[in-house]
């Protein structure tokens, strides 16, 4: 009967540790490699945090929702200010206060955050997609600009970003134009087949 009780555990501690580790998956993509969100964090991390911190389990556009993607913002910024021994050290500051008092109005600035009015969240929900609009994975026509497409490629084939290097491949050495029509559609391919 112990063993029983014993692979119980194991299963629910290597299942907490695969969905935390899809939540770090998620938060490295966003915050590394996509390349709409690397330049503009705000951009559709209130649905990220929505989905992978709330579990759907609170409304969509709660102000729970918008103070912790914008607590998460902020500190992926301040962790970034930081040298490599403060961080070993454990000398960070996680205060709240770094969070503004106008947490809402930061993300749905941006178009791809625009909340849905209840009708439309109302339809969406019901509608017989897997893809949501209000969800993480909906793909806006931002994210789908050549330039959009080539720079999540760039940072999706390198691990500077990790190390605080230069990339081994860059936007100036990755000359679309002088392509030729095949060779443009083969490298489309290959880019959408890692995406």
Same mark, same amino acid.
């Given at each position: ?7 119980? &555990? ?51 556009? =709660?102000? &729970?929702?918008?103070?912790? =993607? ?33 947490? &809402?109005? !930061? ?31 909906? &793909? ?10 080539? !720079?999540?490629?760039?940072?999706? @084939?390198? @691990? ?14 990755? @000359?679309?134009? =002088? ?17």
């Amino acid at each position: 009967m112990e063993t029983v009780e014993v692979l119980r &555990r194991h299963k629910k501690l290597e299942d907490i540790e695969n969905y935390l580790f899809a939540i770090r998956k998620n938060l490295d993509f966003h915050f590394m490699i996509n390349g709409a969100s690397v330049f503009e964090n705000e951009f559709k991390l209130d649905a990220l945090v929505w989905s992978a911190i709330f579990h759907e389990k609170v409304p969509r556009y =709660s102000d &729970r929702v918008y103070k912790m =993607s914008s607590y998460l913002m902020e500190h992926h910024r301040y962790l970034k200010t930081l040298k490599f021994t403060e961080i070993e050290a454990g000398m960070i500051d996680w205060s709240v206060n770094r969070v503004p008092f106008n947490c &809402r109005e !930061r993300f749905t600035r941006i178009k791809a955050n625009t909340p849905l009015s209840p009708e439309e969240f109302e339809n969406e929900f019901e509608s017989p997609y897997k893809t949501k609009k209000y969800n993480y994975n909906y &793909r806006h026509d931002e994210e789908l600009t050549d330039d959009n497409m080539m !720079r999540t490629f760039i940072n999706l @084939n390198t @691990n500077a970003h990790f190390k605080g290097k230069d990339k081994s491949v860059r936007e100036d050495t990755l @000359n679309i134009d =002088s392509m030729n029509s095949k060779e443009k559609e083969e490298f489309a391919y290959r880019m959408q087949q890692e995406l």
